[in-house]
């Protein structure tokens, strides 16, 4: 079992930047891909961005390319999405997510755990 935490989430203007963490606790957390999705109203949970189990390599979705960057530290078992330019499309419920595979492109059917999510809302 993996327990996840998120922090970070908040109101933002247009342009603005937010740091989203995610503290993990009870299994070796190096062994995982970690990742974000996000949830907007009405809408399907949609994958992010996800990082190696190394954090050498990273995948993005399009749409948050050159904006988002995820990053973890294996020491404190935590991993991190600074968001910069943030949009009001951005809007959304950010999920943090355990992934016990191999494929960086994360699917929500192939979550292992997920975090219970922080809201991200910004304003036009």
């Known amino acids: 079992q993996v327990q996840l935490v998120e922090s970070g989430g908040g109101l933002v203007q247009n342009g603005g930047s937010l740091r989203l963490s995610c503290a993990a606790s009870g299994r070796t957390f190096s062994n995982y891909i970690m990742g974000w999705f996000r949830q907007a109203p009405g809408k399907e949970r949609e994958f992010v961005a996800a990082i190696s189990q190394s954090g050498r390599t990273t995948y993005y979705i399009d749409s948050v390319k050159g904006r988002f960057t995820i990053s973890r530290d294996n020491a404190k078992n935590t991993v991190y999405l600074q968001m910069n330019s943030l949009k009001p499309e951005d809007t959304a419920v950010y999920y943090c997510?355990?992934?016990?595979?191999?494929?960086?492109?994360?699917?929500?059917?192939?979550?292992?755990?997920w975090g219970q999510g922080t809201q991200v809302t910004v304003s036009s």
């Open positions: 997510a355990v992934d016990s595979g191999v494929i960086l492109k994360m699917t929500s059917t192939r979550v292992d755990y």
